[in-house]
């Protein structure tokens, strides 16, 4: 394979995320054509190529690397499906399979092998194919390897529930099919689909099959793969009498048999009896979806299992890259806490893989803690936004950026914000795989004002401040607060967030609300924050889940009856609909919505109160902010409010507004009824603005929230000098002392 816009020279992906100082990181790298590579650790202050404003700023840190290492290409695997390893089977008496399916895309011009009996590694055996919109046996490793496929004529339909009966005789290969009307759960679904029947000689006798593959072709991986949903696979092995029994009366003899509904979090599926092959789940179907015993009485799953004994496979489904190693790194003891890349470098190409070093449990710490949103950019983790070609990709070559897309590059898979080949949204995601729009360098809109980041790059700005200012920091992940809880953040006097904190946990929602009720100080730097639910299971760390639930800005819907997550059984969508808004979390919560461009704040007579007035000293005038090199404004794309019958703190004070968007800029679904009726009560400073809030609370503790995702954008101006940045520094000095003296007086 040759490098090219669709396929990088080098590239890869690190697991875990993050590791404090005495702890292995594992690198995943591929090189086109086997290139040997150098490495080289970095340290990643500022991630934003646009000449106008401070530049890349990556360190190099000496560690004891090899001179160079051994290349290696290695291949991606779409495609989810479902393996058994069969008991050893007799040869000669037959086969039959029969299982439930629901085609989700018909249309389509590669073949999808709907279920495979098969060997090892599919060089030999059948499967059944659908291509062309028709039902085919392919015949696997004949004529020197090469496979050929019978047509049946047989035409399945398209979203619609239809059993299958596929039967096989092993000694002259005559295979019979049928395709047969499933009666489903819920009315309306159309009438009765006619039984279709027809039968094929494969020319030889069929060898006993190893496996049974579900959804693709088993290749040692998946391939061919199926879109669409499956359900009740039964295997039965039966003589080769016609009549489906042998003379002597024995019946067919049950081979295996499946739960789907069983174990639903679970990427092993048991067989209805112990003696019977397990399923192994590859790329992570999807599970908790409504099968064709669905009646619609029962939202939840759990407490109707039988309604959602289904399995459902995409073509495109990528959970795991599963890699080899190519580079291990341990962290020397009293490397520093903060954000860094590992360099690679084939002499094709180069590319940097960030990750986190925490810090060390025994040692040292900051009192300022960032806290990397780095869910919130695996749920985006190479959204295609369908914007690359034209203004986009001429400014990535002129400024040098980061050259990869995933609206070029697909084959890493796509994000929470698109959807699968079939249009089902994509509700999983996962870290093991190469994430391009979480590099230095990434540019995500060609920003006529600015510089177009979001995400990983954007919240470099707050890291490069922090660097340029000269404080001391440490870092730690979004998935260390899930697994460590409020003992993560205890240890800390202030916790910053990034420009867009949005998927969270339940565990790292409460701890958030925790560690600020007990006195900690939290300053919320962005907007559209803590406003997903998701699930992170402990037994795939590196998935994460969202169902988009029930309202809320979606770039999809999740299908009515399918809002409980697989992975942990939980409610999915918003926060605000599980019953922690974002005003609790963070003081404020989305409510507006608009392009990517940004105007400046302007101050509240609030603001000038003597418990919040040391917010704006050394500010003058009463605007800020109306520069930035997000959107050219600190308060822009999306915008946060203060409503306290959501949540927002009652010491919480709002001291400046945005005013002025422009025409792009909505009002969010969630805060309204209908267009003339809003969702909650009249608030203060309402309408298409941003809110920023501060408040101390009497007990301890503050909050500090910004009210906008452009706001860290506007730091850099005019070399760290300007209103934005004083007021940052205000806040963040005022809450260290006041941190400082809790401490002193101890606890009440």
Known sequence: ???????????????????????????????????????????????????????????????????RYA???????????????????????????????????????????????????????????????????????????????????????????????WRVDGQTGHVQLSLGHVAVGTPGTGPAIATQAAQVMTGAPLPPPTRLCLGALWQGHPASGFNGLVEAPTLHAVPAHPSGSHPDGQPERLVAAWDLSADMHAQRIPATDSAMPALDLVNMPGRAVRGSAWTGRNQDWKQAPAEYAALYFHADALADCGWQEALGLELPAGMKSGVYGLEVDNGSGKDTIPFYVTPAPDGPRARILFLAPTLTYQAYANHAR?????????????????????????????????????????????????????????????????SGLRHFPADSHLTDWLHE???????????????????????????????????????????????????????????????????????????????????????????????????????????RRNGIPPQVTGGVGFAVQGAFEGVGYHRTPESREPDVAWLFQGVDGDTFGEHGLSGGGAAGFELDQVVPELGSPGH?????????????????????????????????????????????????????????????????????????????????????????????????
């Open 469 to 575: 200012k000269g404080y001391d920091y440490d870092v730690i992940t979004d998935e260390d607060l899930d697994e460590q809880g409020l003992a993560a953040l205890t240890p800390y006097d202030v916790v910053l967030t990034g420009s867009h904190p949005e998927y969270h946990t339940r565990r790292m929602i409460e701890a958030l609300i925790a560690y600020r009720e007990a006195g900690g100080y939290l300053m919320y730097l962005g907007a559209n924050g803590f406003y997903w639910k998701i699930a992170r299971p402990g037994s795939a760390p590196h998935m994460l889940e969202i169902r988009r639930a029930e309202g809320g800005i979606r770039a999809w819907a999740s299908e009515p009856g399918e809002y409980y997550h697989q992975l942990d059984g939980g409610y999915g969508g918003m926060w």
């Open 652 to 748: 919480l004070k709002i001291v400046a507004i945005s005013d002025g968007h422009g025409p792009t800029f909505r009002t969010v679904p969630e805060e309204i009824l209908t267009w003339t009726i809003a969702a909650s009560l009249p608030r203060k400073y309402e309408g298409v603005r941003a809110h920023m809030a501060v408040g101390l609370a009497e007990q301890g503790g503050g909050l500090f929230a910004v009210g906008s995702i452009t706001f860290l954008g506007s730091l850099a101006h005019n070399g760290y000098d300007n209103k934005v940045s004083r007021i940052m520094e205000n806040c963040l000095t005022h809450f260290l002392a006041a941190a400082a003296r809790q401490r002193e007086r101890g606890p009440k």
């Open 71 to 165: 290349g290696l290409e290695q291949q991606v695997h779409p495609g989810s499906c479902a393996l058994a390893v069969l008991p050893a089977l007799p040869a000669g008496p037959g086969l039959v399979l029969r299982l439930r399916c629901k085609p989700t895309l018909l249309r389509d011009d590669v073949p999808q092998v709907l279920a495979s009996l098969q060997d090892e590694y599919g060089a030999g055996g059948l499967a059944l194919v659908l291509n062309q919109q028709e039902l085919h046996v392919r015949v696997l490793g004949t004529a020197g390897g090469v496979a050929r496929d019978l047509p049946t004529g047989l035409r399945p339909l398209q979203d619609r529930w239809q059993a299958v009966q």
């Open 1 to 67: 394979m040759t490098a090219s816009s669709a396929n990088p020279p080098i590239v890869g992906y690190v697991t875990p995320l993050s590791a404090r100082p005495g702890q292995r990181l594992s690198f995943r790298i591929s090189s086109i054509g086997n290139r040997p590579f150098t490495a080289r650790v970095l340290r990643i202050h500022c991630a934003d190529p646009n000449p106008q404003g401070p530049g890349m700023k990556l360190e190099p840190v000496a560690l004891p690397l090899q001179a």
């Open 386 to 450: 369908g914007n690359y070609a034209g203004e986009l990709e001429q400014r990535i070559r002129a400024w040098g950026a980061y050259p990869h897309n995933p609206d070029a590059v697909t084959r890493f898979g796509a994000s929470t914000y698109n959807r699968h080949k079939d249009t089902a949204g994509i509700s999983l995601s996962s870290r093991l795989r190469p994430i391009l729009t979480m590099r230095p360098g990434y540019l995500t809109f060609a920003d006529p004002r600015g």
